[in-house]
């Protein structure tokens, strides 16, 4: 079975601070897709990034930041000089490698509020 | 391309009336899924397809049916409603086959609030 465990359920942080989500997975898979999903007020969900299990290469996407480690099962989500626009619900999800089907496992969620 | 739509986005009902969530897409994507989503709770997988003709269920599929008589469409039905079913429902779809990539990945429509009172 999957699962994947976001400890963190609310964090706040002040304008321009660095901010990091922590998010830890459960796999037997070998291949295997980690995503991250921002969930603003307006309720939709906004992909942020896919990762494949096969690719440990790190991702800098302007402010935001992933480290995925397998060794430690970790898929972290750093947000730099974090902004108002930045508060948001944010999910960390599992999706299994096998083809045929794409179900995700979601996280519990992060909530994030940056204080003006 | 419109993506995944999702209607109707707000519904109230009252215990024990059946609807209907509509998801289409327009990408001829293979696999289609519906996910329900709860405070604290993250998302959850609802029931899913992989082809026309083919559904299957996913972690919560009680109180809930599904369909797939074309490729592009995927209800969701609530056959006698209760107050547990309150939640906000979100369709998603993607390519069946193939790692996913840039070009192949899963998307969400927008969801859809229900009340059930």
């Known amino acids: 079975a999957q699962k994947v465990t976001q400890a963190q359920t609310e964090i706040s942080v002040v304008e321009k601070e660095d901010v990091t989500l922590d998010c830890v997975y459960e796999t037997r898979d070998t291949t295997y897709y980690l995503f991250w999903y921002k969930q603003p007020p307006s309720g939709e969900l906004v992909f942020l990034i896919r990762r494949n299990s096969f690719d440990e290469q790190n991702e800098i996407s302007g402010r935001y930041s992933w480290n995925f480690q397998k060794s430690t099962s970790s898929f972290n989500f750093t947000i730099t000089a974090s902004q108002v626009v930045d508060s948001a619900v944010y999910f960390c999800a599992l999706s299994e490698g096998r083809t045929g089907r794409r179900a995700l496992t979601f996280g519990s969620g992060t909530r994030l509020q940056v204080q003006p | 391309n419109a993506g995944v739509t999702q209607t109707p986005k707000f519904q109230v009902l009252k215990t024990g009336q059946s609807m209907t969530l509509q998801c289409a897409q327009d990408m001829n994507h293979e696999y289609m899924s519906w996910y329900r989503q709860d405070p604290g709770m993250g998302l959850r997988l609802i029931h899913y397809s992989v082809g026309a003709g083919i559904t299957d269920q996913g972690e919560v599929p009680n109180g809930y049916n599904v369909s797939r008589s074309t490729t592009e469409d995927f209800p969701l039905r609530l056959l006698s409603a209760a107050p547990s079913q309150t939640s906000v429902y979100f369709c998603?779809?993607?390519?069946?086959?193939?790692?996913?990539?840039?070009?192949?990945?899963?998307?969400f429509g927008e969801g859809s609030w229900l009340t059930v009172v």
């Open positions: 998603a779809s993607s390519y069946r086959t193939g790692r996913l990539h840039s070009g192949n990945t899963i998307y």
